[in-house]
Nanobody, 127 residues
């Protein structure tokens, strides 16, 4: 059974930090890229960051570049999203998803291209 388990959300003050985790199971982790998406209240879901499990290449949306860092621990089949300097506009439900690819990550694929999705974890940033 394929599972993507996102965790680590919570309430934090503006300027603070959180680390999200996405634990994967049920598929060959090294053959997938893992992306993080978020959906704020009343808004469409948007891409945040992506990492290749095969070569570690990464991509960041402009809105989080320089503040968020994505990393992968292939031994644990887990991807992390370290979020620093959080802003109220980062408040959203964060989702992780897996797309079958071993190419170098240079973009966030379209959401429909992702094969598996996890449940969300809520991040709330207070001002």
């Amino acid at each position: 059974e394929v599972q993507l388990q996102a965790s680590g959300g919570g309430l934090v003050q503006a300027g603070g930090s959180l680390r999200l985790s996405c634990a994967a199971s049920g598929f060959t982790f090294d053959d997938y890229a893992i992306g993080w998406f978020r959906q704020a209240p009343g808004k469409e879901r948007e891409g945040v960051s992506c990492i290749s499990s095969s070569d570690g290449s990464t991509y960041y949306a402009d809105s989080v570049k320089g503040r968020f860092t994505i990393s992968s621990d292939n031994a644990k089949n887990t991807v992390y999203l370290q979020m620093n300097s959080l802003k109220p506009e980062d408040t959203a439900v964060y989702y992780c998803a897996a797309v079958h690819t071993i190419v170098v990550v240079t973009t966030l694929w379209q959401q429909y291209e992702y094969d598996y999705w996890g449940q969300g974890t809520l991040v709330t940033v207070s001002s």
